[in-house]
């Protein structure tokens, strides 16, 4: 399953040079997320588009973190050396 961040200093990253977004507004890292959200990551490399189906209230074993969200679309840009 695809990853949305490999880690949380990305994310934070990724946020701040405004290529995430939720349900369509521009997202900063604080962004409380709930269950029904699409969540839109562009990175020079990806598109990543997924729905939050959960949130969890706790700590979470890195392999249960893909029941919590659906990914809608997860494309991979083509590179140039």
């Not at 934070?12 to 990551?41: M, Y």
């Not at 997924?50 to 029941?67: F, H, I």
Request: aromatic residues 4%.
């Amino acid at each position: 399953m695809s990853r949305l961040s490999k880690r949380r200093s990305l994310a934070k990253e990724l946020c701040e040079k405004e290529l995430v977004r939720v349900n369509g507004q521009i997202a900063k890292a604080s962004k409380e997320i709930k269950p029904g959200d699409i969540i839109h990551v562009e990175s020079w490399n990806r598109r990543l588009v997924v729905k939050v189906l959960q949130v969890p209230e706790g700590p979470l074993k890195k392999k249960e973190a893909d029941r919590l969200y659906e990914v809608l679309e997860d494309i991979r840009k083509e590179t140039e050396f």
